[in-house]
């Protein structure tokens, strides 16, 4: 099966899931290359740094600048099997990877896989580098649009379940900064 997303082409084969940069013909062909291989060797790296700071990502290879071989999950997507009490498992996972300074970009249900009663984190095509408060509480508020508008009859279970593993000493300021953000409803 293979999947076109607007960065990205992913070939899920038998064993691996194969996420291609594919050429764009709008782009000079230098900057072309050397944006695919930067945003290429960025995912690798970010999940890499995110495996060594024990947070769920499947492992991953590279087999050319623009080519990632990537552990294929058996399971399914937290969107296609939503279970509330999984946001617990999300939470820890999610402080891990703040904590490591790593910002995921695109934390949605889609993004977040099953395999048997064990959750990891896919697609780190959008993740970066980063400690700062404003950003973590931005890769929040992603997450709490996409249960609130795509599980509104399991939202404050699942918000609670993610908020219980993610400590006090991370709620208090990315909690903060996430209200700020709801209320300048720059995000929004």
Same mark, same amino acid.
């Given at each position: &099966?293979? /999947?076109? =997303?607007?960065?990205? !082409?992913?070939?899920?084969?038998?064993?691996?899931?194969?996420? *291609? %940069?594919?050429?764009?013909? @709008? %782009?000079?062909?230098? /900057?072309? +290359?050397?944006?695919?291989?930067?945003?290429?060797?960025?995912?690798?790296?970010?999940? %890499?740094?995110?495996?060594?700071?024990?947070?769920?990502?499947?492992?991953?290879? +590279?087999?050319?600048? @623009?080519? $990632?071989?990537? +552990?294929?999950?058996?399971? *399914?997507?937290?969107?296609?099997?939503?279970?509330?009490?999984? &946001?617990?498992?999300?939470?820890?996972?999610?402080?891990?990877?703040? *904590?490591?300074?790593?910002?995921?970009?695109?934390?949605?249900?889609?993004?977040?896989?099953?395999? =048997? *009663?064990?959750? @990891?984190?896919?697609?780190?095509?959008?993740?970066?580098?980063?400690?700062? !408060?404003?950003?973590?509480?931005?890769? $929040?508020?992603? /997450?709490?649009?996409?249960?609130?508008? #795509?599980?509104?009859?399991?939202?404050?279970?699942?918000?609670?379940?993610?908020? #219980?593993? @993610? !400590?006090?000493?991370?709620?208090?300021?990315?909690?903060?900064?996430?209200?700020?953000?709801?209320?300048? =409803? %720059?995000?929004?």
């Amino acid at each position: &099966m293979k /999947l076109q =997303g607007a960065e990205a !082409t992913v070939e899920i084969k038998e064993d691996k899931v194969i996420k *291609e %940069r594919p050429r764009k013909n @709008y %782009r000079h062909p230098k /900057l072309d +290359q050397r944006i695919r291989k930067q945003r290429t060797n960025a995912e690798l790296n970010n999940i %890499r740094k995110a495996l060594r700071n024990g947070i769920n990502v499947p492992q991953t290879g +590279q087999k050319n600048d @623009y080519i $990632l071989e990537i +552990q294929k999950i058996e399971g *399914e997507t937290l969107e296609e099997n939503f279970r509330p009490e999984a &946001m617990k498992q999300v939470g820890e996972n999610v402080e891990k990877l703040h *904590e490591a300074g790593l910002i995921h970009g695109d934390l949605t249900t889609k993004n977040i896989m099953f395999d =048997g *009663e064990k959750i @990891y984190l896919i697609d780190f095509g959008l993740s970066k580098d980063s400690k700062k !408060t404003e950003d973590h509480a931005v890769d $929040l508020h992603l /997450l709490k649009q996409i249960l609130d508008s #795509s599980h509104p009859e399991h939202f404050k279970q699942a918000w609670n379940n993610f908020l #219980s593993s @993610y !400590t006090p000493e991370f709620q208090d300021k990315v909690l903060k900064r996430l209200e700020e953000i709801e209320e300048r =409803g %720059r995000y929004k």
